[in-house]
């Protein structure tokens, strides 16, 4: 099983659900955070930086331009990078981000993986249970 937060926004390209990194983003948009929770954001998005690699590739295609709908997903062995997630997901709740925890069996074409996530592009008619 794999795992991945979202936010209630989908890319308006390949519509898929935009994740919980993207949404931390959106944050600093909404208003001044309480000095706790920028602290803890940005302790968060720092562990991430730290502990999570970044792919070396997005995409089954190799062309420059080629379609970029990979989703990254973690393991289900990934469990403090999860709990992380959990956390970063709770902080964006309390300022009215809403977040959703999927789980699917199956992520699609993998196109990266290492110890803690894979990414891939998702099959056409297979969709994730929240």
């Known amino acids: 099983m794999f795992v991945r937060f979202v936010i ?3 890319h308006p390209d390949t519509g898929v659900e935009t994740g919980i990194f993207e949404g ?5 948009k909404i208003g001044r955070l309480p000095d706790w929770d920028e602290v803890r954001l940005d302790e968060l998005m720092s562990w991430f930086l730290e502990n999570l690699p970044l792919p070396e590739r997005v995409a ?3 062309k420059p331009n080629g379609h970029h709908a990979a989703v990254s997903w973690f393991k289900q062995s990934a ?3 999860i709990s992380m997630a959990r956390e970063l997901a709770a902080i964006l709740e309390s300022h009215d981000i809403a977040t959703t ?3 699917i069996d ?4 993998v196109v990266y993986e290492d110890e803690f996530q ?3 592009e998702p099959f056409r ?3 994730p249970k929240s």
């Open 101 to 103: 925890m999927l789980t």
């Open 106 to 109: 199956r992520p699609g074409y």
């Open 60 to 62: 089954r295609s190799r």
């Open 79 to 81: 469990t403090q990078h």
């Open 125 to 127: 008619n297979e969709h």
């Open 118 to 120: 894979v990414l891939a």
């Open 24 to 28: 931390a983003k959106r944050l600093p």
């Open 8 to 10: 209630a926004h989908r």
